[in-house]
């Protein structure tokens, strides 16, 4: 669908499209727009309904906040609004609002790009691919390694592969791995270490 006329939407892109590539910012596009009250939904319009590929902070680390970028002149299809508030909670509260794939925690200091933590969902399998919005295929990823992740494929690793990997590590960052856990799973921990200890006080000839 194009954007035809002289209305905002109609400049943000035409301005956009004359900056390809290039970072502006939200007072460049607020004035490209004839200073229109709601220049940054017609922005959302032009990302989500119409298919441009433009770009904030919320997409890339090396953006900060207020900057965009039309990555590319091509229209895809437009976004679909798959997937609901319930999903997007249920995620989160499953994934204990931690990047599955770094460990970074929403807020905290990032150490990849030195700016706090913003979680995003994830698919498993890309939506391109044929993946679902359904929860079992989203997860938790912070902005820096949704990038990374994007259109690729990564199987799930079972406990055994995860144990192999903490195996090899030496054994202080074994205990970062155990202190992690234990935050993110408090109450399994104490079930757990009360049964190991129950099962340690037990006589030896029951």
Known sequence: MATRGNGSKAKLLAYLQDNVGKVVT???LREASGNASEWGRRIRELRDEQGYNIQSH???SDLAPGQYVLADNTQRPPRERGISKETRALVLDRDGFT???????AGEINPHDGRPTRLQLGHW?????????DAHNLRVLCSVCNEGAANITTARPDHEKLLAQIRRSPGSEQIKVLEKLLRKYPEESADFLQSVNAAKSKPENE
């Open 26 to 28: 939200s007072d460049e």
């Open 99 to 105: 990047c599955q794939s770094c460990g970074a925690v």
């Open 58 to 60: 919320n997409d890339r």
């Open 125 to 133: 399998i890309d939506k391109s691919q044929g993946g679902t919005d």
